[in-house]
Every structure is written in C-alpha cells, then in structure tokens.
C-alpha cells in the first residue's frame, strides 16, 4: 500500500479534460513540495510537473498541476491518444524520504 | 543533455548478489544528489536509496537497510548499487535518477536495468 493516494485509473475521451488526485498527509504533501511523473507503457518515468505546479522545459502547458493542504491535483487538457500512460505523484516524506502514489492509469477512449 | 545509462542487472538466485551501476553524463555530476528507484512488474515507483554529493550521507528504505549500499565515484561519474543477501520481492526494474536541489523532485532517470530473483 502506497503511502500517497491515487485513483487507479481514470478516462475519458480525445480533446477532454481529465484530473488525477493525490491524497497524503501532513508528513509529506502537507509540508512539501509534490511532483507528477508520467510513464508511458515500457519507458522509464519522465518528469511532468515539479514543486507543486511547474512545467520543466518541453512539456506542453495542457499539463497543470495543484495543491491544497493535503493533496494534490495533476490536470490534463486537449487529450490525446499519446497521453495514455501511468502517471505518478510524489513527495518528501519527513519520515519515509521519498515516496510515491500508487499510480494511476489514464485511458484515452 | 543530460544522460543516466544503467546497467549490471541480470538473473540472481535467492542469497545472491549483484552491482548495479550508471553512468551519468550531460551534467556536473558531483553537484546532485543522486537516486536509486525501483519498479517491481506491474507495481507501482518506490524509492530505494539515495546518496549526497561527496558521497557523506547516505537514505535507504527500510527493506533493504543492512543488504543494500548505495556509493559513487565523481571522477568517474558513476553511481552504484551494491545488493546483497537478494529476495524475490527485490525483482525489479532498478532506475538511477538525479534529485533536483533543495527540491523533492527526480528531474531526469535513467532506462532502467532489470534485476529478476529467482531459483
């Protein structure tokens, strides 16, 4: 059991909106910064977002992410069929050092 | 650019061991803190160890304190795994990935080296 909450998957069709929530604690979102990462099927995890709601260069502004109080928020618009993947959230953890979300897998019918 | 390429995984018996390692180039490597994170099959990421720049402090999960030793050679910009006393529930995926100053972020990973316990 991950010690960051995500759904497991989530849907829904081209062009829509889609958000992926991460629920944690004040150990670790509470008090840190989060980050999404997105691996597509049989790649190493790529960086999406990082400190909460920025975007390293190169990935496209439909990529959003949040944060309130214990959880966070990663967002998605203008889907594409390319955005299928698994996408992760992930913190520090005052008591754990890393830690990650379960993982959520993002369908695009 | 920024390049991690590891490689030493393989096929290990139960008890057995095996040195993973990665090559980093593209940056300063003596500047980042850097990771090791793994990926059992189908199973989500989970962080295993991490090592400081000169190599001073050492972080590892709980299940593999006392087997596993994180360590790295700057001149050579290398970062290594040293894994002993392996279990089935080591099989994974092994990523190096470079942390991200006073940040809790992994900016760039390596392909990842696939290491399978079994008899």
């Known amino acids: 059991q991950s010690v960051l909450t995500q759904p497991p998957s989530v849907s829904a069709a081209p062009g829509q909106k889609v958000t992926i929530s991460c629920s944690g604690s004040s150990s670790n979102i509470g008090n840190n910064y989060v980050s999404w990462y997105q691996q597509l099927p049989g790649t190493a995890p790529k960086l999406l977002i990082y400190?909460?709601?920025k975007r390293p260069s190169g990935i496209p502004d439909r990529f959003s992410g949040s944060k309130s109080g214990t959880s966070a928020t990663l967002g998605i618009t203008g889907l594409q069929t390319g955005d299928e993947a698994d996408y992760y959230c992930g913190t520090w953890d005052s008591s754990l050092f890393w830690v990650f979300g379960g993982g959520t897998k993002l369908t695009v019918l | 650019e920024v390049q991690l390429v590891e490689s030493g995984g393989g096929l290990v018996q139960p008890g057995g061991s095996l040195r993973l390692s990665c090559a980093a180039s593209?940056?300063?490597?003596?500047?980042?803190?850097m990771s090791w994170v793994r990926q059992a099959p189908g199973k989500g990421l989970e962080w295993v160890a991490n090592i400081k720049q000169d190599g001073s402090e050492k972080y590892y999960v709980d299940s593999v304190k006392g087997r596993f030793t994180i360590s790295r050679d700057n001149a050579k910009n290398s970062l290594y795994l040293q894994m002993n006393s392996l279990r089935a529930e080591d099989t994974a995926v092994y990523y190096c990935?470079?942390?991200?100053?006073?940040?809790?972020?992994?900016?760039?990973w390596g392909q990842g080296t696939l290491v399978t316990v079994s008899s």
């Open positions: 990935a470079r942390v991200v100053p006073y940040s809790s972020t992994f900016d760039y």
């Open positions: 593209g940056f300063t490597f003596s500047s980042y803190w």
């Open positions: 400190d909460n709601n």
